[in-house]
């Protein structure tokens, strides 16, 4: 028992192995794991029955299940992410008087996990839970720029079908992670704008990102420099308590 739940785990953690690669062909799992493919068939049967393994249809290649997203979301619920981001939040959210949000990448799309409410009586709301494609927004274009390269373009051809727009976007990603940080005016919502900044973990993963949205008609640039540099010490502050080193 222990030795099955073992082997399992190994092809698990062999399927999350690789950023830029997607699926793996039995074959493949069975030369990692030193077990024969007939063995390797038994055992990835099992976790497909429990949602931790799933099979691409047309190529036959095995990836990670959606069981893992729900196990780890509530995970984040249950741990305490939110006990560090949240005071930084709402400690930026006074500073600077505007809605702060964070979001964490989930496939093509972002998730708003969370959003201090900005102390000012006009204020722009969006829904917690609300997905928004990874190539819209300041937020979603710092993750989206600090991802592997592979994997960033292999969205960017998920979401956006004309190549002068995807090869426009890959460029202005490519500045984005130079600088540390990302501007948007109304890519969401007409009449508004958002700075934001990335939250990187252990290993230089991204684990989401940090954002300011405003209405965009009284933005000066030099409050906009503040806004950027409050965001990114922001940022900064929380991937450091998560585990980056610098």
């Known amino acids: 028992m222990v030795q099955s739940i073992d082997r399992a785990m190994h092809i698990i953690h062999i399927l999350a192995s690789e950023d830029d690669k997607n699926a793996w062909a039995i074959s493949e799992i069975a030369e990692k794991t030193a077990?024969?493919?007939s063995t390797v068939h038994r055992l990835i049967g099992s976790l497909i029955k429990n949602g931790l393994v799933m099979q691409i249809p047309?190529?036959?290649?095995?990836?990670?299940g959606y069981t893992w997203m729900e196990i780890g979301l509530k995970l984040l619920e249950n741990t305490d992410f939110r006990d560090v981001t949240r005071p930084i939040m709402e400690q930026l959210a006074?500073?600077?008087?505007?809605?702060?949000?964070?979001?964490?990448?989930?496939?093509?799309?972002?998730?708003i996990m969370d959003r201090i409410d900005s102390p000012r009586s006009v204020r722009i709301i969006d829904s917690l839970g609300e997905r928004i494609p990874l190539h819209i927004g300041a937020a979603n274009k710092t993750i989206l720029a600090n991802i592997p390269e592979k994997r960033a373009e292999q969205i960017i051809h998920?979401?956006?079908?004309?190549?002068?727009?995807?090869?426009?976007?890959?460029?202005?990603l490519r500045e984005v992670k130079r600088n540390g940080y990302a501007i948007s005016y109304g890519e969401k919502t007409e009449g508004t704008a958002s700075v934001g900044a990335p939250v990187i973990g252990f290993n230089q993963k991204v684990i989401g990102a940090i954002s300011i949205e405003m209405l965009d008609y009284d933005i000066t640039d030099e409050h906009l420099t503040f806004l950027v540099d409050k965001v990114k010490q922001a940022a900064q502050?929380?991937?450091?308590?998560?585990g980056r080193t610098f």
Do not use: C, H, W
Not at 94 to 111: A, C, R
Not at 158 to 172: F, P, T, V, W
Not at 237 to 242: A, E, R
């Open 158 to 172: 998920n979401l956006i079908s004309s190549q002068e727009e995807r090869d426009a976007l890959i460029k202005q």
């Open 237 to 242: 502050t929380i991937s450091m308590k998560i």
């Open 35 to 37: 077990l024969p493919i």
């Open 94 to 111: 006074q500073d600077v008087k505007e809605t702060v949000y964070f979001n964490l990448p989930n496939g093509n799309y972002s998730i």
């Open 58 to 64: 047309d190529t036959k290649q095995y990836k990670i």
